[in-house]
């Protein structure tokens, strides 16, 4: 479900659309507690008081394309409050980084998503480059998943036929990416 869906089933008091959401969110909250009090415990403590003043001013939220830094203003300004009683700083020094490996975002880093982004696209143009047929049978067996035995009923071809062809279909498609990506493409084959 996506964001803005699930922030205005949120606000209609959809309770399975706000645990979603909590889970989204919650190594990020938690992440950003921790940087402030420097305390496990405390930063648990403090992620579940965010969620709750989350949900009570959802509504002040108008605008469910800047919710995410929205909840964030309102965590750091919980966390700001939290230290601010406790006459406290949040700390100068890096938080140890075995503690923090289970808050590993859910999503992609952005540099993973452009690389599997150009990957993505390096592919596709290389299939378009390819004969119809071998292109025809890189989409039903690689992409869609069919077996050969499925593929050679759809294409009414012999199953040695179509398991020749598809093992030249993906030799010819890896030469193009290798061509593409200024790789020596007679190694394909190997």
């Not at 939290?82 to 140890?96: D, I, N, Q």
């Not at 035995?149 to 040695?160: A, D, F, N, Q, T």
Request: proline share 4%.
């Amino acid at each position: 479900m996506d964001l803005t869906t699930l922030v205005g089933q949120c606000r209609k008091g959809d309770a399975l659309a706000w645990e979603m959401l909590v889970q989204r969110f919650q190594g990020r909250i938690y992440g950003l507690a921790y940087h402030y009090v420097g305390n496990a415990e405390e930063a648990r403590d403090l992620a579940q008081d965010i969620f709750i003043r989350i949900y009570n001013r959802l509504d002040s939220c108008t605008n469910e394309k800047t919710f995410v830094p929205w909840m964030l203003r309102v965590a750091r300004n919980l966390c700001i409050d939290r230290l601010r009683r406790k006459k406290a700083r949040p700390p100068t020094s890096g938080v140890p980084v075995d503690e923090m490996t289970h808050l590993k975002a859910d999503t992609p880093d952005p540099e993973e998503v452009f690389e599997l982004s150009a990957r993505k696209s390096m592919v596709y143009k290389a299939l378009q480059m390819l004969s119809d047929i071998n292109r025809e049978i890189i989409l039903l067996k690689e992409i869609q998943g069919l077996s050969l035995e499925e593929i050679s009923k759809m294409l009414k071809l012999p199953i040695g036929t179509v398991k020749s062809r598809s093992n030249r279909a993906r030799i010819q498609l890896a030469r193009q990416v290798l061509e593409m990506s200024g790789r020596n493409a007679n190694s394909a084959g190997d």
